[in-house]
């Protein structure tokens, strides 16, 4: 119980902050790490009008939670925020995917 406790709450779990319109995601953001509760939180911060940006330099390690990330951010219908800095890992997964001309940035 411990362990998973501490997993939980580990300094690398994915954290987002909105400044001057930009969305900053840092932090780890893979299948281990990537929370429910952050998860919603980033949904909730990408529907905000003030949201223009998604930007994704402070990000470590990246898998395809972040690529759900960055799909997720594109369904909008209203306006789709500008993607920065996007992980080399998640250009490599989303080639593979055969995604890559969505994740223009």
């Known amino acids: 119980m411990f362990r998973r406790?501490?997993?939980?709450h580990h300094k690398d779990t994915m954290q987002t902050e909105i400044r001057n319109?930009?969305?900053?995601?840092s932090g780890d953001v893979t299948v281990k790490t990537l929370t429910?509760?952050?998860f919603a939180r980033y949904e909730q911060q990408c529907r905000l009008?003030?949201?223009d940006s998604i930007d994704f330099?402070?990000?470590g390690k990246a898998d395809s939670a972040?690529?759900?990330l960055?799909?997720?951010a594109l369904r909008r219908t209203d306006k789709k925020p500008t993607i920065q800095n996007i992980p080399d890992s998640v250009r490599a997964l989303a080639e593979l995917y055969e995604i890559k001309d969505w994740l223009q940035s």
């Open 66 to 68: 972040c690529v759900s």
């Open 57 to 59: 330099s402070q990000v």
């Open 36 to 38: 429910a509760s952050a």
């Open 70 to 72: 960055l799909l997720n």
């Open 21 to 25: 319109g930009t969305l900053y995601i």
């Open 49 to 51: 009008k003030e949201t």
């Open 5 to 8: 406790h501490d997993a939980l």
